[in-house]
Structures are given as structure tokens and as C-alpha cells.
């Protein structure tokens, strides 16, 4: 399981003590997105800004590319020092190309899905990717209430996981707080992305630990059945 504070909500005018934070907190990963004005209607930041903060921590970078463009952006964030990146599934036919891409670059590949989108749209990729993160909120912003309608998608992702034999690990994005990522975790997510309730918290740390014990507490686990059948 991991907890994953996402950038987007830190003081821009001090990034590299706000990393320091996440650093010194038992976060597993930092989310790291990155908004173009045109997938999305926002611009976040670029490999210039990953690259710079990479000192500052040896903490996993999980790139969450919110871009209709992402080919010509891979090589510069690996080489800023991600660890992950992943592409949305509504890029449609380029999709396979780009996980390759990441791949082949020595890095993890992950695949998005936004909220209106039909989970059916990532079985394609199943067994191509090591990263599948549901969109809880319409991607964009932070600070947004999550989507609850997004939870079968993640009860989908987790059992076709199983059926499968597959390792994926299963991410939530948008609108995860203490309370929605219960929710989550029952679901089968393992991987909570959350702004606004960690980095809004004075103490990150004791929040992080907060959202580990939440998710521990209502973890969904495979049934024995199921188990059986890997
Ligand atoms: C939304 C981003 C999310 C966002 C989550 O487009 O992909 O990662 O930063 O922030 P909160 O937790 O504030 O919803
Ligand atoms: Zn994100």
C-alpha cells in the first residue's frame, strides 16, 4: 500500500521545502501532475521543476501526465528523474506506443481513466502496464469533491487483477481525503493520491500516517475463492 501526497496542492513559492516535507513523512511516492492549458484547462509545471526538486528527496516520482502531447515529454521527465509516468487512456490509438515508450526508457508505466470514460477502455492494457490510476475527480484541479460514481471502476481494475495473475498496483486521484479513502481501500485501491488533505495538514507526516491507518483498517482483501484460482 501506498500513500502518494500530490504536489499540486504544496506552496508553489517554496517547493523544495514542501518536497522536504514528503521526504520526512513515511509517503511512499509523490505524485507529481502535469496540466498543459490544453487536455486539461490548467498548466501546472514541467521536467525543469521535477528535475530541480530531485535533490531534494530519493522519494519514488509518479508522474501523472495530464497532457495531448505526452510523446515529445517522456525522455525530458525521465531524465528529470521520474520513476513512473503515466498516460490517460482517452489518447486513444497512441496509447500503446507511449507505454512502450516509458518502458523502454527504464521506467514504470502507468495508464489513467477519467470519470466519464468506461473502464472497459483499459482492458487492452492490462498486462502492458504496472500502474492503473482511477480519476476520482474530473482532472484539472485540486481541492475537488470526489466522484463516488468512480468506485466500481476500482472494484473492476482489482478483480480483473486477480482473475488474471497480474500486479498492477491500483491508484485513486481526486478528492481522496480521510474519509473517501476508506472508501477507496475497500473498493481495492492500494495506491491513495491526496492534495489537499496532506499537504493542507501542518504536519504532513501525522497525516500520511493518519491515511495509512484508514486504509489499512478497511483494506479489501481477495476472497478465498479467488485466491484459489491464480
Ligand atoms: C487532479 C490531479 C490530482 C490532484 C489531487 O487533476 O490529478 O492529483 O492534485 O488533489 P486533491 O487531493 O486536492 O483532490
Ligand atoms: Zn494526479
Known amino acids: 500500500m501506498r500513500i502518494a501526497p500530490s504536489l499540486l496542492a504544496a506552496d508553489f513559492a517554496k517547493l523544495g521545502s514542501e518536497v522536504g516535507r514528503v521526504d520526512a513523512s513515511t509517503a511512499e511516492w509523490l ?6 492549458g490544453n487536455f486539461v484547462p490548467n498548466i501546472s509545471f514541467g521536467p525543469a521543476v521535477v528535475k530541480a526538486l530531485r535533490p531534494f528527496t530519493r522519494t519514488f516520482f ?9 510523446d515529445v515529454l517522456l525522455e525530458p521527465f525521465v531524465k528529470a528523474g521520474a520513476d513512473q509516468i503515466s498516460v490517460h487512456v ?7 506506443s507511449l507505454l512502450w515508450r516509458i518502458k523502454s526508457l527504464g521506467v514504470k508505466a502507468g495508464i489513467v481513466i477519467n470519470p466519464p470514460t468506461p473502464i472497459e477502455q483499459v482492458l487492452p492494457y492490462l498486462d502492458k502496464v504496472d500502474h492503473i490510476l482511477v ?6 484541479f485540486g481541492g475537488q469533491s470526489f466522484i463516488h460514481e468512480a468506485l466500481p471502476k476500482v472494484q473492476r481494475v482489482f478483480t480483473w ?9 491500483i491508484g485513486v486521484d481526486g478528492g481522496v481525503d480521510f474519509k473517501t479513502a476508506g472508501e477507496c481501500s475497500k473498493a481495492g485501491a492500494d495506491t491513495f493520491i491526496s492534495g489537499t488533505s496532506l499537504f493542507g495538514k501542518r504536519k504532513l507526516g501525522d497525516g500520511v500516517r493518519k491515511m495509512r491507518e484508514l486504509v489499512k483498517a ?3 482483501r481477495p476472497t478465498k475463492a479467488a485466491t484459489h484460482r491464480i
Open 90 to 96: 482517452e489518447l486513444g490509438s497512441s496509447v500503446n
Open 161 to 169: 487483477r486477480m482473475e488474471r495473475g497480474l500486479s498492477y498496483t
Open 218 to 220: 478497511s483494506q479489501r
Open 31 to 36: 505524485h507529481l501532475d502535469i496540466m498543459d
Open 135 to 140: 480519476m476520482t475527480v474530473n482532472p484539472g
Open 62 to 70: 509518479d508522474v501523472h501526465l495530464m497532457c495531448s502531447k505526452p
